[in-house]
């Protein structure tokens, strides 16, 4: 299962850190990807599953941090600098390695950053 949990309501420029609760799925390349209404699903970030490895869409390089903690089977995206078109549900999720494709993600959570 994974389960993602820490969004909420900030204001621009502001920090949010997610979790995700990721049981049963240490070995897998984790991440997360985001939809906004009406919107496609985006890629966010991933991470590989020893955690050496790491890799961003453009649009959050810089801003956001993914990392994970396998003894704690968690993984975490650290959000700086917030921005409103960073307003969406966020997914934690299995990714493919090589295309970063999500194959299995669990509940969301909704960010929201106000103007």
């Known amino acids: 299962q994974l389960q993602a949990s820490g969004g909420g309501l900030v204001q621009t420029g502001g920090s949010l850190r997610l979790s995700c609760a990721a049981s049963g799925r240490t070995l897998s390349t984790l991440g997360w990807v985001r939809q906004a209404p009406e919107k496609e699903r985006e890629f966010v970030a991933a991470?590989?599953?020893?955690?050496?490895?790491?890799y961003y869409a453009d649009s959050v390089k810089g801003r956001f941090t993914i990392s994970r903690d396998n003894a704690k089977n968690m993984a975490y995206l650290q959000m700086n600098s917030l921005k409103p078109e960073d307003t969406a549900v966020y997914y934690c999720a299995a990714l493919r390695s090589s295309s970063f494709e999500p194959y299995y993600w669990g509940q969301g959570t909704q960010v929201t950053v106000s103007s």
């Open positions: 991470i590989s599953w020893r955690g050496g490895s790491t």
